[in-house]
């Protein structure tokens, strides 16, 4: 789990000359870079995995609690050559735990990413970032206008709630639209939309 906040009031500072290991004859003096607190991105955002062994259903305690249900993207992930031909969904999320279930018994990893519904700023890389619930009901399809103002078109990653594919088959930097493989659906896709380098 990874928290992206500042605690202290301290300037942080790097070290511009130690972003690369470079082992020369003559080391370089470190060259200060401060980074003021605007320049940092603050948001609380899960990265981590969990480990299937032969199993559909897997409960996952997040290593840190949000303070509401966060938007839960996964993918399965092969373990040392094993087949990964799975769908991954996550079919319950609170604010300290989620269900990863698969499409069939499965041996491997299932890595996802968590973050709370809303519109992010990251000034350290100079991109947006927006996560976005969206609601099915009896439709197998959903558009979406984002609230973020993308400068170009942004990578969408998306996860459903149920055993159903989710992919996208409208995107442009205003709007998304995600379709899933079952008629009438009624649940929930996760979406991600983070900027790109134009």
Not at 98 to 123: K, L
Not at 138 to 160: K, M
Not at 179 to 189: F, K, L, M, P, R
């Amino acid at each position: 789990m990874s928290v992206f906040f500042k605690d202290d009031t301290n300037v942080l500072v790097r070290d511009q000359n130690r972003y690369r290991k470079i082992y020369r004859y003559i080391r370089k003096k470190p060259a200060p870079l401060n980074c003021a607190g605007a320049n940092l991105s603050v948001f609380t955002w899960g990265c981590y995995f969990v480990e299937f062994d032969n199993q559909t259903s897997l409960v996952h305690n997040f290593p840190c609690c949000f303070d509401s249900a966060p938007a839960v993207i996964a993918t399965t992930v092969s373990k040392d050559g094993s087949l990964s031909n799975f769908n991954t969904f996550v079919s319950s999320v609170s604010a300290s735990q989620c269900t990863f279930e698969t499409s069939g018994n499965y041996t491997g990893y299932v890595y996802y990413q968590a973050i709370v519904d809303g519109v992010y700023s990251m000034p350290d890389i100079g991109r947006s970032l927006e996560v976005k619930t969206i609601s099915f009901n009896n439709t197998n399809t959903a558009s979406y206008t984002f609230t973020a103002s993308f400068s170009c078109v942004p990578i969408v990653t998306a996860t459903a709630d149920q055993d159903v594919n989710v992919f996208i088959t409208a995107l442009s930097k205003t709007a998304v639209t995600v379709e899933v493989s079952q008629a009438n659906y009624n649940g929930n896709v996760y979406i991600q939309a983070i900027e790109k380098g134009c």
